[in-house]
Structure formats: C-alpha cells, structure tokens
C-alpha cells in the first residue's frame, strides 16, 4: 500500500462531507432504485461524482467499485481498488439523522489496506492502515475486552436474533441498532460495544471499511460461518458478518454453526 493512501481517503472523506452536508434541509430528490426499492438521492450520487474524481485522478491504475457506479469488471484485474459507499445509511440521512457515514477503502488481493468511516454530523472520523492500528479522530481505539457472551451488547437487526440463525440457541444478549453498517462496525471498533452481526449477504461497500478498522482495533472479523471476508469479488458481496474480541466471536460463532 503506498504509504499516502490513508491521508488521501482521509481528505476524500472530508471533501465528501462537505458535499453531503450541502444537502441537509434541502431538496434530496429522492428516488427509489428498481432492483431493490432502496433509496437514493441527489446527495449520494453528487458525493459518489466527487470521491470518483478525487480519488481516480490521485490513482488512475486503481479499479473502482461503489454502490452508486455501475459495475465495471475491469476492477477485477486491477492491483488495487477502491471501495466506497458515497453516504452508507441513506435512509438515516433523509430522515435528518447524524447517524450517517461516508466508507471509503483500498483493496490489494482481496485484503483491506487503508480505510475510513466518516461521519461528518458527528464529527468522528474513523481511520485504520494495514498493521498500524484503528484511530478515532487520531486518537487510538481497541475493541472491548469482555469475556462472557450472556447480556453481550450487541449491534443488530432484529431479525438476527431468531431461533431460525442461531442452531446451537440464541444468547441471551442486549441488542441496539445503528442505521449505517459502517457505523456499526466501527462503534465495535470502538468498544461501545461487545460485537455486531449481521447474517444477509453484505455489499463490500458496506463492510470493507468498518472491517479492516475493526480487524486493526483488535477484533475478530469474518463472514456467519467463521471465514475469512475477502473483497473485490466478482458479485461484490460476503456471507454476512461476525465481529467482536475473539473471545466473544468465538462464543457467537459456536452457537450458529
């Protein structure tokens, strides 16, 4: 990884919450995609133009992957790859919330190298290089430490607390939830919580981020079956995902394989 790709997702990240912010209490123009009915507005799509031209002009021989680009297969065959989700928790962001973010990553051979997890209404910038460790507005951040997994607190949709996920029966947890996955990942990252899960097949936008910010904290990070996540996939997805210390995650994960 060259050494200047954390400073530069870090200066992308800001210039995209400026753009996003622009749009607060304003016209979102709200429209609704047709493969899944998830919305999008014109704040997604100008960030995702910015962090385009920002980042693909710093490295041209980058591949590019976001979830409001088309696809181009030509990222397969790049060395190195952005991913990003221009504002991950788009429905969050309509509703006026702050608990939005911008997920910015380079990929090298399937393993996350740089990332960030920005929220801008917040003020808290997540950031994590290969090997250097996980920060939180520069200061350094590490996964919390718990050992038991009853009354866990836990990061999750409801949905992943039934019996139908969980055959060796489902813990006894206290669940919260975070519109924004990224932020999610992150806050675990932080130690505000024990562990996050989520058991859909997840966007590599979504999670490349918050994992290799979370993996640097200290954490446990793969996909519902114990796995290792991997990016730049053909279909850019993983088989959900399970973080926390490895003593937690080794606990969740004994009760869902």
């Avoid at 031209?53 to 992957?65: E, I, K, N």
């Avoid at 139908?164 to 975070?178: C, E, I, N, T």
Wanted: charged share 25%; hydrophobic share 45%.
């Amino acid at each position: 990884m060259p050494a200047s790709d954390l400073t530069l997702l870090i200066d992308a990240a800001h210039k995209a919450g400026a753009v996003a912010r622009s749009f607060v209490g304003g016209d979102l123009g709200v429209e609704y995609k047709d493969h899944d009915n998830s919305p999008v507005t014109k704040a997604d799509l100008t960030v995702n133009e910015t962090l385009a031209q920002h980042l693909r002009a710093a490295r041209p021989g980058y591949g590019w992957l976001s979830e409001e680009s088309a696809d181009d297969e030509a990222r397969q065959q790049a060395g190195r790859v952005f991913i990003v989700d221009p504002i991950d928790g788009t429905r969050s962001f309509i509703e006026g919330s702050r608990a939005w973010a911008h997920a910015l990553a380079v990929v090298e051979q399937g393993r996350v190298t740089a990332a960030v997890v920005y929220l801008p209404m917040m003020d808290k910038l997540y950031t994590a290089a290969e090997g250097a460790g996980a920060r939180l507005n520069g200061k350094p951040i590490r996964v919390g430490q718990r050992q038991d997994v009853t009354n866990a607190e836990v990061l999750a949709v409801k949905h992943s607390l039934d019996p139908q996920f969980w055959p060796g029966g489902v813990p006894d947890l206290r669940r919260a939830h975070r519109p924004s996955l990224a932020y999610r990942l992150s806050l675990v990252a932080e130690g505000r919580f024990d562990a996050m899960f989520t058991f859909r097949p997840s966007w590599e936008w979504d999670i490349a981020a918050g994992a290799l910010i979370l993996s640097e904290a200290g954490a446990r990070v793969t996909n519902k079956r114990g796995a290792a996540l991997r990016f730049n996939n053909p279909i850019p997805q993983n088989d959900g995902v399970l973080a926390a210390n490895p003593v937690i995650h080794a606990g969740l994960l004994d009760r869902l394989i």
